[in-house]
């Protein structure tokens, strides 16, 4: 359990950093459950990382999350890392142990199954093969995640096609590369499409693929939550496809971290969708 005597510490880096919902999240469970906190953000290059990394323990910090660009280069700073971390190739979180030493995870891929599941309850990688779009840091936890929950076929298509063959052999598996030019008959007879490129994202372009050879019982996630509703979200729900949007990736994401900084296991409800919705 979490020590209630002191002032609880965490927090996000990366450069830059006012983008981030993490803050509204965090502070949001400190309130919560009634606890005396604070998640705040920092901004700090990748030059500044290991410094900042180190100060944590000094500074009283239960530990802290990662984001752009600082998730790969945080490997090779802590003391350890879980498997996962070291599978997906990034880190997520850091947890401050006991003796202040510093603890890599990845809480990513968690974000994402639970997310689908929150909305799909009954969602099973049985009922058919997924298409994954992209081959960075979102999609290797998005892939993780889907061979986590027993996919039998990925379908995986990244524009660099060679990032999506490095993903394919680090992590075995049933995973096809495709190239970029087959992404539209990727789709065909599909269960779940999953975009986990940058495309759709505010200020980037819409992800160009076409929808005509995806089922319409097909799932349909985007893994971004700025907007709110991508191009691609507002497609495939208007063919009939069920959608789940990304930002309950990122808020399910934050309950392990509570686990591993505090003891406590807090909740994705409807009011904290609805407060960090009301920031997008
Ligand atoms: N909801 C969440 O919690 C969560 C978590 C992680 C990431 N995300 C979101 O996921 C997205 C990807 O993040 P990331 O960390 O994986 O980034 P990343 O490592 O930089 O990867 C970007 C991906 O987008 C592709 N891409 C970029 N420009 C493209 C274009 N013009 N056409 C086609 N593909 C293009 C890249 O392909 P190439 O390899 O060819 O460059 C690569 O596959 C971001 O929008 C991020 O916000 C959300």
Redesign the pocket.
């Known amino acids: 359990m979490a020590n209630t005597d002191r002032f609880l510490l965490a927090c996000v880096m990366g450069w830059p950093i006012s983008q981030s919902r993490s803050p509204a999240l965090h502070n949001h469970w400190f309130a919560e459950h009634g606890l005396s906190g604070a998640y705040v953000p920092l901004a700090i290059p990748p030059e500044r990382l290991k410094a900042a990394l180190r100060a944590l323990p000094a500074l009283n910090f239960s530990g802290c999350n990662l984001t752009?660009p600082l998730k790969q280069d945080a490997m090779t700073i802590v003391d350890a890392v879980d498997v996962t971390a070291r599978k997906i190739g990034a880190m997520s979180c850091v947890t401050v142990r006991p003796d202040g030493t510093l603890f890599g995870s990845n809480n990513?891929w968690y974000?994402f199954v639970h997310n689908i599941l929150e909305f799909v309850p009954d969602w099973s990688t049985g009922a058919g093969p997924v298409a994954v779009m992209?081959?960075?840091?979102?999609?290797r936890?998005v892939v993780y995640g889907l061979m986590e929950r027993g996919a039998r076929e990925i379908r995986l298509v990244?524009?660099?096609q060679t990032?999506a063959q490095k993903l394919a052999e680090d992590f075995g598996g049933p995973i096809a590369v495709l190239p970029w030019e087959r992404r539209h008959d990727a789709l065909d007879g599909c269960a779940m499409l999953v975009n986990?490129?940058?495309?759709g994202?505010i200020g980037q372009?819409a992800l160009d693929l076409r929808l005509d050879k995806l089922p319409k019982t097909a799932l349909v996630n985007d893994?971004?939550?700025i907007p709110r509703e991508t191009p691609l979200i507002a497609a495939a729900r208007e063919r009939g496809n069920r959608t789940v949007t990304?930002?309950g990736?990122?808020l399910h994401?934050g309950i392990p971290a509570w686990k591993a900084w505090f003891g406590i296991e807090p909740k994705v409800t409807q009011a904290l969708r609805a407060k960090i919705e009301a920031t997008l």
């Not at 992209?134 to 999609?139: I, P, Q, T, V």
Request: zero cysteines.
């Open positions: 752009i990513d974000g992209g081959a960075g840091g979102g999609a936890a990244n524009r660099t990032r986990a490129t940058s495309q994202m372009a893994i971004i939550y990304g930002l990736m990122l994401q």
